[in-house]
């Protein structure tokens, strides 16, 4: 799955996530690439901004991630 955010003063993250079916998920933000393992959380800087990544229990088979953008770049 790929996402993109644009912020009003133009700054853009591109997000990919990956799940799959041997190996752990991962994302790759602006070319960053960061794998976790079930219930992890961190932070990255990425472009002069700052993303929280939260990879919560699995539910029912499902794997779960979720991304907080907590800066844009300026």
Do not use: W
Request: no cysteine; proline share 3%.
């Amino acid at each position: 799955m790929g996402v993109i955010v644009r912020a009003a003063n133009h700054h853009t993250f591109y997000f990919y996530l990956f799940n799959p079916s041997a190996g752990r998920p991962y994302v790759i933000v602006n070319g960053h690439k960061l794998t976790m393992v079930e219930g992890q959380e961190t932070h990255m800087a990425v472009s002069g901004g700052l993303v929280a990544f939260h990879r919560r229990g699995d539910s029912g088979g499902h794997k779960q991630m979720m991304i907080e953008i907590l800066r844009m770049g300026r």
